[in-house]
Nanobody, 124 residues
């Protein structure tokens, strides 16, 4: 079992930056990591993903050029640097681990473990 804990969310103004962290514990391994988000009344959607060694990344079109995913395996931690935030980025952000395919996939069904989420609110 793997436990994931997100942190770093908060209330910011449009144009500001935030960095989210996702700390993994338990039976950690060579997992791909992903970030997803869910706004009120909407389905959970893909944001970004990264392979275990960090050599492959994948971004949703809506965040390309603004968000950067990274990881530090020695700390079992993944990050999401979010710049130039917009009100439409407001959502609960979840991190997830893919222990099966290990690809930086955008497919929510490929992720095996999930964190509890952290709220990001961007005011206009």
């Amino acid at each position: 079992q793997v436990q994931l804990v997100e942190s770093g969310g908060g209330l910011v103004q449009a144009g500001d930056s935030l960095r989210l962290s996702c700390a993994a514990s338990g039976r950690t391994g060579a997992y791909a990591m992903g970030w997803f988000r869910q706004a009120p009344g909407k389905d959970r959607e893909f944001v970004a993903a990264i392979s275990y060694l960090g050599g492959r990344v994948n971004y949703a079109d809506s965040v390309k050029g603004r968000f950067t995913i990274s990881r530090t395996n020695a700390k079992n931690t993944a990050y999401l640097q979010m710049n130039s935030l917009k009100p439409e980025d407001t959502a609960v952000y979840f991190c997830a681990a893919d222990a099966t395919t290990r690809r930086p996939s955008s497919d929510i069904m490929e992720y095996d473990y999930w964190g509890q989420g952290t709220q990001v609110t961007v005011s206009s």
